[in-house]
C-alpha cells in the first residue's frame, strides 16, 4: 500500500464494512491475520476496492510470498503532435 497513502484507512474500511475483517496500519500498510483469509481472497477483495472506487485506471494488484501489494500503473507522457505541422512561409511581399 505504499503507493496509495491517502487510501490505507478508506480500504481499511471497507474491509471492515465488507468482509468483517480488521486490519491494523502500519508504516508499510495494512497488516491483516493470515488465519482469517487466504492471500487469493484477499487479492480479490484488494482488487474489488480498487474498481468500486474507480482505481484501476492507476493501481493494479500483486500478490508475492504471501503479501499483496498495490502498485501503480508506470504511465508515460506523451508529447501531444499537431495534426498539422506549422510550416515555414514562403510567400514573398514585394511591396
Known amino acids: 500500500m505504499y ?3 491517502s487510501e490505507r484507512e478508506n480500504l481499511s ?4 464494512k465488507h468482509f468483517k475483517l480488521k486490519s491494523s496500519m502500519t508504516d508499510y500498510g495494512l497488516e491483516l491475520k493470515m488465519e482469517e483469509v487466504s492471500t487469493h481472497a484477499l487479492v480479490r477483495m484488494v482488487t ?9 485506471s492507476t493501481f493494479w494488484v500483486n500478490c508475492q510470498n504471501n503479501v499483496v501489494k498495490v502498485n501503480r500503473f508506470a504511465h508515460k507522457k506523451e508529447k501531444k503532435k499537431n495534426k498539422n505541422a506549422v510550416t515555414a512561409s514562403t510567400i514573398s511581399h514585394g511591396w
Open 3 to 5: 503507493e496509495m497513502p
Open 13 to 16: 474500511n471497507f474491509l471492515l
Open 48 to 56: 474489488k476496492f480498487i474498481y468500486q472506487y474507480h482505481l484501476n
